[in-house]
């Protein structure tokens, strides 16, 4: 949720139906409102409709990796405020950095914690 009141708006990337389904279905029920695209490009495409609130980007994935889709967004000035999170199963040492470097605003590990993963959202959300 948004300091607002209106429901924040996430777009889930993640190629794997499991992680993707268990994130969606964690967050729906706190009263975020889910997308969801399955590689980089569909991403684009679905910031380009719709820009969301907030992203979360597995780095690791088909077409455009999260990598690649959060440089590109980041590079455009309409969709460059949106905070992204990568959400990976890099883990190795200077991959956080990498990710930061690319253009991630915070970055949160695979298995994913959910309650430190809302800790980010809301201090990037302002929620």
């Not at 029920?29 to 992203?55: K, M, N, T, Y």
């Not at 980007?57 to 999170?85: C, H, N, Q, Y």
């Amino acid at each position: 949720m948004t300091g607002s009141g209106s429901p924040l708006t996430i777009l889930v990337v993640e190629d794997n139906e499991v992680n993707r389904e268990l994130i969606v279905r964690r967050l729906a029920r706190l009263g975020f409102l889910l997308r969801v695209a399955e590689d980089g490009e569909q991403a684009q495409r679905s910031v380009l409709e719709q820009a969301p609130g907030l992203i979360l980007m597995d780095l690791s994935l088909p077409v455009v990796d999260g990598w690649e889709a959060t440089r590109r967004l980041k590079a455009d000035p309409r969709f460059r405020a949106i905070p992204i999170i990568a959400v990976t199963a890099h883990a190795m040492s200077g991959d956080r950095e990498r990710a930061l470097a690319a253009g991630c605003d915070e970055f949160a590990t695979k298995p994913v914690e959910f309650a430190a993963l809302l800790e980010k959202i809301r201090a990037l959300t302002g929620g």
